[in-house]
């Protein structure tokens, strides 16, 4: 089954760029049926969507984050990126990928998670 | 943005009992793009229930979800031990966002 697992260094330091990659094996980040998404969760808290990539490297961002983040597409590595910029403390969080539905669904849910990666901002 | 409100925050309850979270919506919500997320702590997200009311392969069917109007419910007919967790409902109908979160704990 498809599994996502989440790269990256725990350990940012403020104003620098935060950098993770996921994973995608037992199938394919070339699906024409999924978004491939960012979420985060600061420790504690709720869930925050960061935005999705889609395999040809459309991409859509949380307005609120749009200004920092991008989410890149490698097909040929069967992986996906996330970038985010000038990050402080309050970037601090736990993040994850996870596989959503394009708008055409039909399942409009995301089915798979990775275990997540905390990363932490600090000098 | 849609600003998802999940009430109670917290509910605390037996096991054995029914579970009933609300998930209110600010603005009209087609109830498709409506999904609700277990987390238990240290774990991922999971998918309970898409499209407001199904069920992915594998959720137990005391899981059960609705809408009425903005108003999405998430109901848990008998609690299950392992049902004691965070539970977040989220929309997919314009910009995807998710609720605050309900914690069910064991009374």
């Known amino acids: 089954q498809v599994q996502l697992q989440e790269s990256g260094p725990g350990l940012v330091k403020p104003s620098e760029t935060l950098s993770l990659t996921c994973t995608v094996s037992g199938g394919s980040v070339s699906s024409a049926s999924h978004y491939w998404n960012w979420v985060r969760q600061p420790l504690g808290k709720g869930l925050e969507w960061i935005g999705y990539?889609?395999?040809?490297?459309?991409?859509n961002y949380n307005s609120s984050l749009s200004s920092r983040v991008t989410i890149s597409v490698d097909t040929s590595k069967n992986q996906f990126s996330l970038r985010l910029t000038s990050v402080t403390a309050a970037d601090t969080a736990l993040y994850f990928c996870?596989?959503?539905?394009?708008?055409?669904?039909?399942?409009?849910?995301?089915?798979?998670w990775g275990q997540g990666t905390l990363v932490s901002v600090s000098a | 943005d849609i600003v998802l409100t999940q009430s109670p925050g917290t509910l605390s309850l037996s096991p054995g009992e029914r579970a009933t979270l609300s998930c209110r919506a600010s603005?009209?919500?087609?109830?498709?793009?409506v999904a609700w997320y277990q987390q238990k702590r240290g774990q991922s997200p999971r998918l309970l229930i898409y499209g407001a009311s199904n069920r992915p392969t594998g959720i137990p069917d005391r899981f059960s979800g609705s809408a009425s109007g903005s108003v999405f419910t998430l109901t848990i007919s008998r609690l299950e031990p392992e049902d004691f967790a965070m539970y977040y409902c989220q929309q997919f109908d314009r910009v995807l966002t998710f609720g605050g979160g309900t914690k069910v704990e064991i009374k």
């Open positions: 603005q009209a919500v087609d109830s498709k793009y």
């Open positions: 996870a596989r959503g539905p394009t708008i055409f669904g039909p399942i409009y849910g995301f089915d798979i």
């Open positions: 990539v889609y395999y040809l490297g459309a991409s």
